[in-house]
Structures are given as structure tokens and as C-alpha cells.
């Protein structure tokens, strides 16, 4: 069974730095085919993709965010980090990490973790 | 303004059939890259209903099915329960924006 779950802070001030991990069991990441990531959801609002990294260490982001995001692996830990530059008060969401399904024709996100809530107020 | 366009809202008496519509482009739904399907109770994370287009997961009842054609996609639910009562959102991928793309969600409701 594939559980993944975030932890982090709940509250960051704008202009500082977010950092998120994931932890996740059931899969590794060393595993060809294995991708983890990270969406974000505003509240009310729908999901948004925001980064990805692969079992072989490439990584993927959302253009729009590219220069503010960083991710990274340790799979002796079965953990990836996220890092989110410049937080901005638009940027509070839930954070979810995600196991990727890889597929020819398209590849989709299951399962989710259960999401951590970040404020971004002063 | 997201790339996959979802009604707001939906609604049907119990025991009544529902489809929901994903509109896309050429660049994703067209291109074509499959279209998957997420449910999201109040409170709770994202939870996969449907991948690659007619495909349920293990658990999924067989009254949501879905279906692909040209640039749009549907998701079908059948003998609607009160607890079918949800946020669903539809997801491909773009190959113009290089990114995964997720419809804006829609509301359903179980009079």
C-alpha cells in the first residue's frame, strides 16, 4: 500500500522560504518508472500542479513558478522536499504530495497525501 | 481561468443520472493525452475516479464511468447517492504548457 504524507509549516510570513516533506512508504523512488510531486490547491479552488521528480533524478516544474520552486530526493529516507521561494500571501493552500502513475499516453496522480495547509500572512 | 473547462455545478434527484463535461484543446485532450478524474470530498484530499479516460480503480463502483472523444471527455455517474454529493475535477496534460493541467472543478449536488 502507497501512503505519502506532508509535514511543514503551517505559517510563513511573505518573502520567506517554504519548505515541505514528504514521506512516503510502499514504493521507492529508486524504482524505474516512480515519480513524486507536488500540487497545491487555494481554498475553493482547483488543484495546480506545481513540481515533479523522477526515479532517475530528473525534475519538472510548473513554468509559471519554475524560478521559485526547488525539489530534491533522498531516497535512503523515501522522502522528497520541496522549497518555494518568496512566498507571497496568493501562495496559501493545501500542499499535496503525490505518487505518479506513469502510462503511455498519459500519466496521472494516485495516490494523494492528505494535504498541509499553508498561510501565508504576516 | 483553467485550461479544462468544467460546469460550476451539477445537480439530480437520487437514483438519477449526471454527467459531467471536460473541455480542452488540441494541445491536451486532442493531443491526445488521456483525461482522468478525481473526486474530492469536503475536507478530504483529491481521491482517483476514473484514469486514462474509461479506466476505474479498484474500490470504484461501476456507476461512474468515462468516456473521450476529440478535444472533451465526460464522466458519467449512474443511480446518484446522497454521498455522491463531491467536488470532481478532470486532469491531462498540456503539451503546449508543459504542465499537468486540472479542470476547475465541479460541484455536485444530491437534491
Known amino acids: 500500500q502507497i501512503t505519502l504524507k506532508e509535514s511543514g509549516p503551517a505559517l510563513v510570513k511573505p518573502t520567506q522560504t517554504l519548505t515541505l516533506t514528504c514521506s512516503f512508504s510502499?514504493?521507492?523512488?529508486?524504482?524505474?518508472?516512480?515519480?513524486v510531486g507536488w500540487i497545491r490547491q487555494p481554498p475553493g479552488k482547483a488543484p495546480e500542479w506545481l513540481a515533479m521528480?523522477?526515479?532517475?533524478?530528473?525534475?519538472r516544474f510548473t513554468p509559471s513558478l519554475k524560478s521559485r520552486l526547488t525539489i530534491a530526493r533522498d531516497t535512503s529516507k523515501n522522502e522528497v522536499v520541496l522549497t518555494m521561494i518568496n512566498m507571497d500571501p496568493v501562495d496559501t493552500a493545501t500542499y499535496y504530495c503525490?505518487?505518479?502513475?506513469?502510462?503511455?499516453?498519459?500519466?496521472?496522480?494516485?495516490?494523494w497525501g492528505q494535504g498541509t495547509l499553508v498561510t501565508v500572512s504576516s | 481561468q483553467s485550461v479544462l473547462t468544467q460546469p460550476p455545478s451539477v445537480s439530480g434527484a437520487p437514483g438519477q443520472r449526471v454527467t459531467i463535461s471536460c473541455t480542452g484543446s488540441?494541445?491536451?485532450?486532442?493531443?491526445?493525452?488521456?483525461v482522468h478524474w478525481y473526486r474530492q470530498l469536503p475536507g478530504t484530499a483529491p481521491k482517483l475516479l476514473i484514469y486514462?479516460?474509461?479506466n476505474r480503480p479498484s474500490g470504484v463502483p461501476d456507476r461512474f464511468s468515462g468516456s473521450n472523444s476529440g478535444t472533451s471527455a465526460s464522466l458519467a455517474i449512474t443511480g446518484l447517492q446522497v454521498e455522491d454529493e463531491a467536488d470532481y475535477y478532470c486532469?491531462?496534460?498540456?503539451?503546449?504548457?508543459?504542465?499537468?493541467?486540472f479542470g476547475g472543478g465541479t460541484k455536485l449536488t444530491v437534491l
Open positions: 521528480i523522477y526515479w532517475n533524478d530528473d525534475k
Open positions: 510502499g514504493f521507492s523512488l529508486s524504482t524505474n518508472g516512480v515519480g
Open positions: 503525490v505518487h505518479l502513475i506513469i502510462k503511455p499516453g498519459g500519466n496521472w496522480f494516485d495516490p
Open positions: 486514462a479516460d474509461t
Open positions: 488540441s494541445s491536451n485532450i486532442g493531443a491526445p493525452y488521456h
Open positions: 486532469q491531462s496534460y498540456d503539451i503546449s504548457l508543459s504542465t499537468w493541467v
